[in-house]
Structure formats: structure tokens, C-alpha cells
């Protein structure tokens, strides 16, 4: 059974920094793609990014470029988003997602199968 924990999250002043960690469990570290993704409260889940441990790519929305970094550490069969410069419209829970097996990465929500509980991301400015 595919297991995904999030941690990291917490308040953070406006143009500081958090790193979150998606530690997975229940399933080979290939072929597989890990992203992350947030919900606000009154929005839609969307997309942040993903990265993929076939050809190590990675993808990120057009809101967080620049700003974030996600990386894994296949060893530990986590990954992690590196989130700086963070504005308070970065606040929302934030979920780490798998679909496996996969070969290319996407930030489509309906394509994940696995999702963790989520963490919460607070950014006061």
C-alpha cells in the first residue's frame, strides 16, 4: 500500500523560507512521479510541481518558478520542496501526490492516485 507523510509546514514571515519533505513508502522509488500540489481555502487544488525519478525532470507552475525547488533523495525515498521568497498567496495546505508507474511528470490532480494528509503552509506578511 502506497504511504505518503508530509512535514515541514508552518508559519513563516513573507519572504522567508520552508522546506517540506514527502517521505513515500509501499512502492519501488522508479518509474514513478512525485508531486506537490496545495489548496487554499475557496480554491481548487492546483499544481506546484513535480519532479520524476525516471529522467530526474521536473516541472513547476508559472506562480512558483524561480521561487521553488523540488528534489528527491531516492535512498531515503523522499522528496522535498524547497520553498523561498514565499508570499502570503503561498498559503494553503499542501499535499505530496504519487502516480506510479509513470514516465514523465505532470501537475494534473486527477492523474495522482496517492495523496498524503497534507501540511499546512502559513505565510504572514
Known amino acids: 500500500e502506497v504511504h505518503l507523510v508530509e512535514s515541514g509546514g508552518g508559519l513563516v514571515q513573507a519572504g522567508g523560507s520552508l522546506t517540506l519533505s514527502c517521505a513515500a513508502s509501499?512502492?519501488?522509488?522508479?518509474?514513478?512521479?512525485i508531486a506537490w500540489f496545495r489548496q487554499a481555502p475557496g480554491k481548487e487544488r492546483e499544481g506546484v510541481s513535480c519532479?520524476?525519478?525516471?529522467?530526474?525532470?521536473?516541472l513547476y507552475a508559472d506562480s512558483v518558478k524561480g521561487r521553488f525547488t523540488i528534489y528527491s533523495d531516492n535512498a531515503k525515498n523522499t522528496v522535498y520542496l524547497q520553498m523561498n521568497s514565499l508570499k502570503p498567496e503561498d498559503t494553503a495546505v499542501y499535499y505530496c501526490?504519487?502516480?506510479?508507474?509513470?514516465?514523465?511528470?505532470?501537475?494534473?490532480?486527477?492523474?495522482?492516485?496517492?495523496w498524503g494528509q497534507g501540511t499546512q503552509v502559513t505565510v504572514s506578511s
Open positions: 501526490a504519487a502516480d506510479e508507474p509513470s514516465y514523465h511528470c505532470t501537475l494534473v490532480t486527477k492523474v495522482f492516485g496517492s
Open positions: 519532479i520524476s525519478s525516471y529522467d530526474d525532470s521536473t
Open positions: 509501499g512502492f519501488v522509488f522508479e518509474n514513478v512521479a
